[in-house]
Structure formats: C-alpha cells, structure tokens
C-alpha cells in the first residue's frame, strides 16, 4: 500500500514555503526528501492557479499599478550557451504583477521573458478580470486606471486589451547615481509622469505601491532572493511558488495596514482562508 501524506504534513510544508523558506530547508525541517517537498509545491501551486482564476473575475478596481520583479531560472542569462538561449524557459525570468492600489489585491499577474508577447498576454489577462464600462464614450472617472513604468510594450498592449475603456498614465523615475543601488536604493532625482491616455490629473500616476510589494515577494520567496542559492531550476517550479504566493498573500495573510485580508478589502471574499482549506 502506497505512503500518502497526512494533511497536517502537506499544511506544515506549505506554511514554510509561505513563510520564505527554501526547498532544501524545508525538507530538513519536516524530514521528507526534496523531491516530495516540491511534489507538495507544485500540486498546491496549480490549485491555486485554478481558484484565482476562477476567483478573480469582475473586479471593480479604480486604480491598478503594474511593474515587473526580475528573477532567473536555472542560470542567469548570461551564463545560458548559444543553444540554451533559444530556450525561454531558462534565463532571466520576469514575473508581471498588477496591484489594486486600495485593497492592496494582487489581482493578476505572469511568468515569462520580459518582451511584447508576456506583456501582451498579461494585459490581456488582467482585461478579462476588471470591470470596465460597457460603452467607450462614459467618462473617465468611471474608467479604471493603470499606471505602468516606462516598459515599451505597455501601451500597446494597454490600447489593444482596454481600447479607450481604461485609462493609462506612466511614471519614469530617475536616480541621481543610479549605479550606487546594487545593495541600498539609490536617491530619486525626479519622476517623470506622462499621461498616455485619459489620465485627468497626472499627478496620480503612481506605481509606489506595486514596487513597495516587490519587497514583499522578496521577503517570503526565497527565489526572489537576491545573492542566494534559492533560485529556481524549473519553470514549472517557479510558477506554482508563485501561485501558492499570491493565494498566501491575498486570502491567508492580514494586510498590518487593511486589518484584513487583501481579498476581504477587495469583496472577494468574506473571511480569512488558511491553508488546511487549500490542502481540504
């Protein structure tokens, strides 16, 4: 008869993985093999993916930030071979995010090379949960609004997914010495805010928030974390942590600012979950 994993196991697994630890650590820490770790990982990542799919759908959203966090897989790029650099899955990997500046809901996001086909497909992702209104001509006041850096292929991307239903500001930030922020951020000189379309006041051009929750994906992803060996082998690896991450973060842990859940602030759902309701 075939070993099967306790519930309490598989929940003790996920809560470490949540809470930053390494693969290899966590198998220390449970005593299983890495092998079963990462089984545990990438089955809870797919479940996850699924429910928010499935969960994040109609969002009445005013204000979406959207930004880009850089991480690598298997090797950094310029360490890939000359047919290692066909593969997209090996290389620098970047990870789309889109952050609901009020709720704090990370509400849609991808994995992939940082180039005009993942930006599409995320901006296409992000249309099919948003709530936009139904006719182009309603005021913008009532469009939703996303600020983006200065990326090339965002707005395209925004115009073709959102047509004139959604409002599209960037903000470029510039650093006096930008090569002194290896280990500490470097001093912001000035923001340039351009209006791209529809943005009435430029001055709420802003992707503080999604940068400030870079730092958040640092801290309880390991994979994230720069001069480290938690870097991923795989890329299904990488987009189930991720999944699981933004499952933990959105419906399992208490924003210290909302008092609540980001889900709960966002009406997505009335109560905290836990991770004993994914393993269930």
């Known amino acids: 008869m075939a070993n099967v994993m306790s519930a309490e196991k598989r929940v003790q697994i996920l809560s470490l993985l949540c809470e930053g630890n390494s693969i290899r650590g966590t198998s220390r820490l449970v005593g299983s093999q890495i092998r079963t770790v990462l089984k545990q990982l990438v089955a809870a990542g797919q479940e996850c993916q699924a429910f928010l799919n499935a969960q994040h759908r109609g969002l009445k959203l005013r204000h979406v930030e959207i930004d880009e966090i850089w991480t690598f897989c298997q090797k950094k790029e310029r360490r890939l071979g000359f047919f290692e650099k ?100 470097p001093e912001l000189s000035n923001a340039d805010r351009r209006n791209i379309q529809g943005i009435e006041h430029v001055r709420t051009i802003c992707t503080s928030h999604v940068e400030r929750h870079n730092l958040t994906i640092r801290t309880f992803m390991k994979r994230f974390t720069r001069l480290s060996l938690g870097f991923s082998r795989k890329m299904e690896n990488l987009r189930a942590a991720f999944a699981l991450f933004a499952f933990h973060y959105n419906y399992v842990r208490i924003h210290r600012s909302l008092k609540c859940t980001p889900a709960m602030a966002a009406g997505v759902t009335d109560r905290v979950w836990s991770l004993k309701d994914l393993v269930a």
């Open 86 to 185: 066909s593969d997209p899955e090996l290389g620098d990997q970047y990870v789309f995010t889109a952050l609901d500046q009020d709720s704090k809901l990370l509400v849609s996001f991808i994995v992939g090379k940082r180039n005009g086909e993942t930006t599409q497909a995320f901006i296409d992702d992000l249309s099919t949960r948003v709530v936009s209104p139904s006719s182009p001509n309603a005021p913008w006041a009532a469009k939703p609004q996303l600020s983006t850096d200065g990326w090339q292929s965002y707005p395209g991307a925004i115009l073709e997914s959102f047509g004139s239903k959604a409002s599209h500001g960037v903000i470029i930030k510039n650093y006096a010495e930008p090569e002194t922020g290896r280990y500490a951020p």
